[in-house]
């Protein structure tokens, strides 16, 4: 099936008005969790896992797309008027959306923040469209050295990437895989570390992990500080940019863009660097460098381009190699594994309503968004004035509902609780929760590839570098590995981390 | 002093877990480079995730990282007992008194006692997120929610 043919029969999917509603659903939580402080597109999706099961594979898993795209609009709406980030990835906006809030150019800011994700938006779907069939052709050369090799580079990457010490970050991914590999051995189904409870033979959940980890620890996090928001009082205005304003912001939605898409492939990458990376480069770029901090749109179209480029970018290696490249990839993949489907190379030629369906139905999930975004600005702004204090228990109270209708079992609300005391006090002790999750997700990939590997290779450790595909994944990730400790390498990091931080 | 280091203590967790997960993995057999066993990835990965451990502990015994009670400076760490607990009682009594008790008591417990809010506020809040939840689920989506062991015989619906 060529592309346009693929998109045709996508776009029929897509327009099937059920599957317009889930779409519907989908960017709308999508927005409202990012505008949310305290609850991001990783809670919302697994809170919403469950609800998936109700419809077809499709409506299911176009509804998670819609969420995790939405929460990149939503993210910024936050930033700007509250400097307050609703998610990770829209840490960057709030230093010039912000501060263009306080000048009285909300609107323009907020205005900005969205056509540049729609652009960026469109472009990834676009550029999805095109490399994933052609990655899709790469990827069934891959064997079980190259699959293993590529997820040591995701994990290595995104530990390089995390804030902080690698070596704790290293740390949490060896930890996730343990937790990861918890029930019965896939290979000769042996039972392990199971300690005797039936409930732990199929394996520990994703979703109790995932809602412990980042829903309950957040709201643990949260609790114990006053939280104050600055939300701006002023009239947000016209939300549409002036010329000088889109002359100005051309060229840097152009680069967010780009780069945001070559960031999110990467597995370990994602919407977060790359917004970093994206204002950091606006920066060096600009003649006027003295201005970011202070208001620069630049500032603003960048990295809201960049966040929403790498959220499309972040399909393919999951929909080509069956690859999470990040946590809510990893979400997308119980979606579909939920629904007996395996993401691959095989998955456009064996379920091409799906694959195509999801693509057209990011065209229709980011028109939906521009209108969201622009008209509704006014009803997030009070959805932002609506008090922690009555937000949290709420929050908590459907994280449990989630858990336990994922499962029918009190066992899981346990995992949760525990996961959640772990997520805090990691939080407490500067352990990042993500690289975590992600090997979590992919232990049972990993050792299964490993252990058919050695056994293919009768015992050596030779096939990973024969193979030339494995043997650059696994030089990269030794470089990634090693580059903390060169002094000059280190304080750079250091320097993401601490921009990060602030 | 070295020993009040947050660096040292989370360390010397994680070594904890480390040896605990190696020594599963032994007991779970390693196989042979040939033919790995269930207990090979275990082992590897419990030595891995030890030496880690130690790097860290070692850091904290140089001074490096904040002091533990730095940690929880200034910090409503009480908020974070309170709801823990609250959270484990409500795990123990789910299916013993049904979702809508259960959650009804959690939403008015966290809204009254751990972050207070006006009781013209609270208990609206309450009762329709928790009636509201449980119809939906329930009678929309067909989701079974504990009905309560102690109590269904008195429900009648």
Redesign the interface.
């Known amino acids: 099936m060529d592309v346009i043919a693929g998109l045709g029969h996508g776009f029929l999917v897509a327009f099937d008005p059920i599957n317009l509603l889930y779409c519907f659903i989908g960017v709308f939580i999508g927005t409202l969790v990012g505008v949310l402080p305290g609850i991001g597109p990783v809670s919302a999706m697994s809170l919403l896992l469950?609800?998936t099961l109700?419809g077809t594979p499709e409506s299911g898993i176009i509804m998670m797309a819609g969420i995790y795209y939405g929460s990149m609009y939503g993210g910024s709406t936050t930033a700007v008027l509250v400097n307050i980030p609703g998610e990770a990835a829209s840490v960057v906006t709030c230093i010039d959306g912000h501060e263009m809030a306080k000048r009285g150019r909300a609107g323009p800011a907020l205005g900005i923040a969205a056509l540049g994700s729609f652009v960026a938006g469109t472009f990834s779907i676009v550029a999805l469209m095109l490399v994933a069939p052609m990655l899709a052709k790469v990827a069934v050369a891959f064997g079980p050295p190259e699959y293993f090799s590529l997820m040591v580079l995701g994990l290595s990457i995104l530990s390089f990437l995390t804030q902080g010490?690698m070596?704790?970050a290293?740390?949490m991914a060896?930890?996730g895989?343990?937790i990861g590999?918890v029930g019965l051995?896939q290979?000769?189904a042996?039972p392990?570390?199971t300690f005797d409870r039936l409930e732990l033979v199929d394996g520990i959940g994703l979703i109790p992990v995932v809602m412990g980890l980042f829903g309950?620890a957040e709201?643990?996090t949260n609790?114990?500080?006053?939280i104050r928001r600055d939300i701006v009082q002023s009239r947000i205005g016209s939300l549409w940019p002036s010329r000088e304003d889109l002359k100005a912001s051309a060229g840097p939605v152009a680069r967010g863009t780009v780069l945001g898409f070559l960031l999110g492939i990467l597995p370990g990458g994602g919407a977060v660097i790359s917004s970093f990376a994206s204002y950091a480069i606006e920066k060096k770029l600009s003649r006027t460098p003295e201005r970011f901090g202070k208001g620069a749109i630049e500032g603003v179209a960048g990295p809201e381009s960049a966040n929403n480029a790498a959220a499309g970018g972040a399909f393919i290696p999951l929909m080509t190699l069956g690859i999470p490249p990040n946590v809510v990839m990893a979400l997308l993949l119980g979606a579909f594994v939920i629904h007996g489907l395996q993401p691959g190379p095989l998955m456009m030629s064996q379920n091409p309503a799906i694959f195509w369906g999801i693509v057209a139905s990011m065209y229709v999930g980011n028109i939906m968004l521009l209108v969201l975004n622009m008209p509704l600005i006014g009803m997030w702004v009070q959805v932002l004035k609506a008090?922690?204090?009555?937000l949290?228990?709420?929050i908590?109270?459907?994280c449990?509902?989630g858990v336990?209708?994922s499962g029918?079992a009190?066992f899981d609300?346990?995992v949760m609780?525990a996961t959640?005391?772990l997520g805090?006090l990691m939080r407490?002790?500067?352990?990042e929760a993500a690289p975590l999750v992600l090997a979590f997700v992919l232990g049972p990939m990993l050792?299964n590839n490993?252990?058919k590997s050695?056994?293919l290779s009768?015992?050596?450790f030779d096939i990973f570098v024969v193979r030339p595909i494995s043997l650059v994944c696994l030089l990269i990730a030794a470089a990634l590995l090693v580059a903390p400790l060169l002094p000059a390498l280190r304080k750079k990091r250091e320097k993401v981390a601490l921009d990060a931080t602030d | 002093m070295m020993l009040r280091r947050?660096?040292f203590w989370?360390g010397l967790f994680?070594l904890g877990?480390g040896a605990f997960?190696a020594w599963?993995g032994w007991l779970?057999e390693l196989g042979?480079?040939?033919?790995?066993g269930?207990?090979?990835?275990?082992f590897w990965?419990?030595l891995?995730?030890a030496a880690?451990?130690i790097?860290?502990a070692i850091g904290g015994l140089r001074g490096e990282?904040p002091l533990l009670a730095d940690?929880?400076r200034g910090?409503?760490?009480r908020?974070?007992l309170l709801?823990?607990l609250a959270?484990?009682a409500?795990?123990f009594l789910?299916?013993r008194l049904g979702?809508v008790i259960c959650?009804l008591a959690?939403?008015l417990f966290?809204?009254t006692v751990?972050?207070?809010?006006r009781p013209s506020?609270s208990i609206p809040?309450?009762l329709i997120?928790?009636v509201g939840?449980w119809y939906v689920?329930e009678k929309m989506?067909l989701?079974?929610?504990?009905k309560g062991t102690w109590i269904e015989d008195f429900i009648p619906f």
């Open positions: 469950p609800v109700s010490s070596a704790k290293l740390l060896a930890v895989v343990v590999l051995d290979i000769n042996m392990r570390l309950v709201i643990l609790i114990e500080q006053q008090p922690y204090k009555i949290f228990p709420l908590l109270m459907f449990i509902v336990f209708a029918n009190v609300v346990f609780i959640g005391v805090y407490k002790f500067g352990y050792e490993l252990r050695l056994i009768e015992g050596t | 947050a660096e989370g994680w877990v997960v599963q779970l042979t480079l040939r033919e790995p269930s207990g090979f990835m275990f990965l419990g891995i995730i880690f451990a790097s860290i990282g940690l929880w910090a409503r760490w908020n974070v709801v823990v959270l484990i409500f795990g789910f299916e979702f959650s959690l939403l966290l809204m751990v972050d207070p809010v506020i809040v309450s997120a928790a939840v689920l989506l989701v079974q929610l504990p």
